[in-house]
């Protein structure tokens, strides 16, 4: 039984009514995936200053000490009072339970079956939420060894980082922001999108303008939305395998939610079993007429290593490409930027940077904002002089590299000879320069995937995979991607 030596929070003596009082803060604290998966199997006992939590087995009990150690014990310590020693442990067996105490049992002498009933029976009712969002947190860690929630978040906590309002449209993503807009309003008659670009062109401003929308006309008591990446739907998916969720995580997925918003789908290239639990939820999803929207880096056609119903379906609706804005697109995104600032721009500064920044419409935002808060710091106006030292932070636009240009840089940056990067050698090093050569040229070329590979002696899907893995290890910050992004901005100096 728990310690019942008194009511005061003075004395450290938590009674059940205080740790019920802790998972309810808890609750409503973190993500409820995250309370759901880690905290509702918990038990606890507790000593002067002391609050040790037995986990139903050591999967459940590592995961808790790797995600949520440090919220249990801040709110522990704001409940009991003082300085607070958390221990998270494995329930052991018990030969008789005494009467009274709550029954503690070790995960090896139980079956699954009951393990669950028993969690069930300790665990408070699940609070109803008649919306919510499989959101994701983008900064976050996502790795494969750990669980991550399938459970439902709600809408209103979900971060809609964009909206159609300030969508500059132009006519490199008039499609695409048309089709976003009716897929909305229900006019289209096509119930799913597919959204392609290369990075920065506004792919995850449309996904998001698209939850923000729907979220703001819908009716609140039936809509639920999933807006995640398809490295978290892998990982959630991996989650419910591990933890024998998997009925749990297909009856969210394909009869709970109403729209699917899936971001990155290039990254189920080659990933077999997730291709198949994708398309039987995208299937499902589309049978009961919901709505899907998709983004990849590529066009379906490009993509490789996929189940040919699943790129059926990624092209069972209208397929919308975004391309490089021109000159006229990029001054007036500076401008809507600047009118959300609250600021003025002369116009002389705005041209500049639309001139000099012209494949990325995040990096010339960035660059707008570096310029914005230069000003502000040294409290000086804005120049031509600091636009220009701003710029000098950015890829700005110069005549692009060939192909041949490329080849030459990456060798010399790697230290290899052409000969080597064209070779059939499989070294780390030598792979990490060839695929590197593939993006530049994707990026700066307007050459086809098979055209670039065969400048390399390789196969169309080759230099699809080495682009897809560089892009992640950039968009993810490793190590590894910082220096390839330091040897891409060299190729553009």
Same mark, same amino acid.
């Given at each position: ?403 041949? =240009?490329?080849? !030459?840089?990456?060798? +010399? %940056?790697? #230290? ?6 064209? $070779?059939?050698?499989? /070294? ?14 994707? =990026?700066?070329? !307007?050459?086809?995937? +098979? %055209?670039? #590979? ?6 169309? $899907?080759?230099?699809? /995979? ?28």
């Amino acid at each position: 039984m728990l310690s019942l030596n008194g009511p005061s929070h003075k004395t450290l003596c938590m009674s059940k009514e205080v740790w019920n009082e802790i998972r309810t803060d808890l609750e409503h604290t973190i993500d409820p995936g995250l309370f759901t998966a880690g905290i509702r199997p918990l038990d606890a006992e507790v000593e002067e200053g002391r609050l040790r939590l037995l986990a139903p087995n050591s999967f459940v009990a590592g995961w808790v000490r790797e995600k949520l150690h440090h919220s249990v014990l801040e709110i522990a310590q704001k409940h009991m009072g003082g300085s607070v020693e958390l221990v998270i442990d494995v329930r052991k067996p018990t030969a008789k339970a005494d009467k009274g105490s709550s029954v503690v049992a070790a995960a090896k002498t139980v079956t699954p079956e009951v393990q669950k009933q028993s969690v069930a029976a300790q665990a408070p009712a699940a609070p109803v939420r008649s919306r919510g969002s499989y959101g994701s947190a983008y900064s976050g860690s996502t790795q494969m060894g750990l669980p991550i929630s399938d459970a439902p978040r709600p809408i209103k906590s979900f971060n809609w980082r964009f909206s159609f309002n300030d969508f500059v449209v132009g006519p490199s993503n008039e499609l695409a922001c048309a089709a976003s807009r009716s897929l909305c309003s229900g006019n289209m008659l096509a119930s799913s999108l597919f959204l392609s670009s290369k990075p920065g062109l506004g792919k995850t401003h449309l996904l998001h303008s698209v939850g923000s929308q729907l979220n703001a006309v819908s009716n609140k008591d039936r809509l639920n939305i999933a807006c995640l990446t398809s490295e978290e739907f892998t990982n959630r998916l991996v989650w419910a395998l591990k933890s024998g969720e998997m009925a749990r995580f297909k009856s969210r997925f394909r009869e709970s939610i109403d729209v699917l918003l899936l971001e990155d789908v290039h990254f189920f290239q080659g990933k077999q079993k997730i291709q198949d639990e994708l398309l039987g939820t995208v299937k499902a999803l589309q049978e009961r007429g919901c709505r899907v929207v998709m983004t990849s880096s590529f066009l379906p056609k490009e993509l490789q290593d996929v189940d040919e119903q699943l790129a059926s379906r990624f092209c069972s609706g209208l397929v919308a490409g975004i391309h490089l804005p021109d000159f006229e697109t990029r001054r007036r995104i500076l401008e809507e930027k600047a009118r959300r600032f609250n600021i003025a721009v002369p116009d002389d500064i705005s041209n500049l940077l639309a001139e000099r920044i012209t494949t990325d419409i995040r990096q010339l935002e960035s660059c707008l904002n570096n310029l914005v808060l230069k000003a502000q710091l040294l409290n000086r106006q804005m120049t031509m002089e600091m636009a220009w030292e701003v710029l000098e932070n950015f890829d700005i636009s110069r005549p692009a590299p060939s192909m041949d =240009k490329i080849v !030459e840089f990456v060798c +010399k %940056s790697y #230290g290899l000879t052409s000969i080597q990067l064209k $070779s059939k050698s499989r /070294k780390k090093q030598i792979v990490l320069a060839r695929n590197t050569a593939f993006y530049l040229a994707r =990026k700066h070329t !307007e050459l086809s995937l +098979k %055209s670039i #590979g065969e400048h390399l002696s390789r196969r169309h $899907s080759t230099v699809l /995979k080495g682009i897809t893995n560089i892009e992640r290890e950039i968009s993810i910050q490793t190590p590894l991607g910082r220096q390839i992004e330091q040897t891409v901005e060299r190729l553009s100096q």
